[in-house]
């Protein structure tokens, strides 16, 4: 009997979130901010099975219940409308009447079921929604399937991001070409579960919601819940999935003998987005990839390199390009995960640091040198068991204090 061979999972260069089959979008500038597009739409052809997860901050803005609202209906969704510079949490009994008439006016635009809409909402929190002029902007919403259209809503969806945030790849299932990528928001306010962040990912594979959702949730755990820049969980955060079904494959579930294959195309887009959502933390100059292995299990391993990650120390030791390796230590030793302390490996890129918890002698000036690098990798080992795991966050620097000190001006 042969083994299924490794699923192969290759880059879509010029790809955008409107290259799977069925989808468009909009973006365009209502003036709810100053100068750049302040409203978006992914607009699919058909009822796409849908998926979401949400925000673990007990404070859930607007948006969010309306589009749980959405999805509990059919687990199928058509549109979704987003708008930045307004984030519509705390904002009471009308910000739950905005949500709903956002909704609405998209559901109307397009002949659609309500429930077939989600609607998303990104920026200041408690300020009541402008709705003359959102309104007005849903109505000139006019998707189309082009690069330019896709850029029009990938600007639409940022806040205090320096850049657009989209990935595209795609794999074979039951021989049929299967595409997914995605387009994300973030760069404040992130910390693991999930991050200040929104996501959306279309993709042409059929696939029912139920089994979509079990996807997500499986990926997120591995992806968007291990970056983190500030420790601070956003009221807003969700990360939405369509599947239009329009590349014809077989009904992909976890028995399909090419679910493995979906999982790891859903993974790949996910961890891109990640990694760039991490490297674009506000005021941030480097990303910084923890490593962990030789741990309990896989999910322990997680849980250590996102205590690494989010610390503020081995943040400003990266900034300062401080060799200052014990700050590492110290996270490790925090993280409240199994450990021997008298077993554990760290290598700070090609620099091995500790090998069994006794320093090595290393040069200082070569690993100065090396973390003054955009990317800086840490590699530890527990030495404990065969549990692996990553995490990506940034350093923190002055301008990060700068930004948000005066983010409402």
Not at 249 to 258: G, I, K, M, R, V
């Amino acid at each position: 009997m042969q083994t299924k061979s490794k699923p192969q999972i290759l880059k879509v260069e010029e790809g955008s979130i409107v290259t799977p089959l069925g989808f468009s979008t909009a973006g365009l500038h209502t003036k709810v901010k100053r100068k750049r597009n302040d409203l978006g739409v992914v607009y699919c052809e058909v009822p796409a099975d849908s998926a979401a997860v949400y925000t673990l901050n007990q404070i859930i803005a607007a948006p969010l219940k309306v589009t749980k609202q959405s999805l509990a209906e059919e687990g199928k969704l058509q549109a979704v409308v987003i708008n930045s510079g307004n984030a519509n949490a705390c904002t009471g009994d009308q910000g739950l009447i905005d949500a709903h008439l956002m909704r609405d006016a998209v559901a109307d635009l397009f002949s659609i079921k309500n429930n077939y809409v989600a609607v998303a909402s990104t920026g200041v929190i408690g300020e009541k929604m402008p709705m003359d002029k959102i309104l007005p902007g849903i109505g000139n919403l006019a998707p189309q399937k082009s690069f330019d259209a896709a850029n029009q809503f990938n600007e639409a969806i940022l806040t205090t991001d320096t850049c657009m945030k989209t990935t595209c790849f795609e794999t074979t299932i039951d021989s049929k070409k299967i595409t997914m990528a995605g387009s994300a928001k973030g760069s404040g306010m992130i910390a693991p579960n999930m991050a200040t962040m929104l996501g959306f990912i279309t993709t042409d594979a059929h696939i029912p919601h139920e089994y979509l959702q079990v996807a997500l949730k499986e990926v997120t755990n591995e992806t968007f819940n291990r970056i983190t820049v500030d420790g601070d969980t956003s009221t807003n955060d969700m990360v939405i999935v369509m599947a239009s079904g329009l590349a014809s494959n077989n009904a992909l579930s976890p028995a399909h003998e090419d679910w493995e294959a979906f999982i790891q195309l859903l993974k790949q887009v996910c961890q891109d987005l990640a990694m760039m959502i991490a490297r674009d933390g506000e005021g941030a100059t480097k990303l910084i990839e923890v490593n962990v292995q030789g741990a309990a299990t896989d999910e322990e391993a997680g849980m250590v390199a996102k205590t690494v990650v989010g610390s503020d120390l081995v943040k400003t030791m990266v900034f300062g390009s401080d060799p200052n390796w014990g700050r590492v230590m110290m996270a490790i030793g925090r993280s409240g995960m199994t450990l021997d302390p008298e077993t554990i490996d760290i290598t700070i890129g090609p620099h091995p640091l500790l090998v069994g918890s006794q320093p090595t002698n290393y040069v200082e000036e070569n690993l100065s040198s090396y973390l003054n690098n955009e990317k800086v990798e840490i590699n530890i080992h527990l030495n404990i068991g065969d549990g692996s795991g990553k995490a990506w966050g940034c350093d923190l620097t002055y301008d990060y204090v700068r930004i948000n000190a005066s983010y409402r001006t």
